[in-house]
């Protein structure tokens, strides 16, 4: 089991930053990969950025240049610095981390959730 919790999350003005973090425990070693989503109402969760275990990154076209994410393994924690913030970005944002396990000869994937955190963008 994976237990995660994201904070961060506030009011800000549109050109604003901020900085999540999300922290893991429990069975941590076996995270692969770790991910932050966003959602709005009335909208569907989407991806903003992935990293792997070894730190390469991915992140949605529009989100390309504003956000970073990095992570810290030695404190399991997971990191999205979001620059030059837009209304657009104002969502509930949630943490998410992908584990493999092998059990009986079978390899099982497991994905684990955060309770999200609020970003309001807004003047």
């Known amino acids: 089991q994976v237990q995660l919790v994201e904070a961060g999350g506030c009011g800000v003005q549109p050109g604003g930053a901020l900085r999540l973090f999300c922290v893991a425990s429990?069975?941590?070693?076996?995270?692969?990969?770790m991910c932050w989503y966003r959602q709005s109402p009335g909208k569907q969760r989407e991806s903003v950025a992935v990293?792997?275990?070894?730190?390469?990154?991915n992140y949605a076209d529009s989100e390309t240049g504003r956000f970073t994410i990095t992570r810290d393994n030695d404190k399991n924690t997971v990191y999205l610095q979001m620059n030059s913030l837009k209304p657009d970005d104002t969502a509930v944002y949630y943490c998410?981390?992908?584990?493999?396990?092998?059990?009986?000869?079978?390899?099982?994937?497991?994905?684990?959730w955060g309770q999200g955190t609020q970003v309001t963008v807004s003047s």
């Open positions: 998410n981390a992908v584990t493999r396990r092998l059990i009986h000869g079978n390899l099982i994937r497991d994905d684990y």
């Open positions: 990293i792997s275990s070894v730190g390469s990154t």
């Open positions: 429990g069975s941590i070693n076996l995270i692969n990969t």
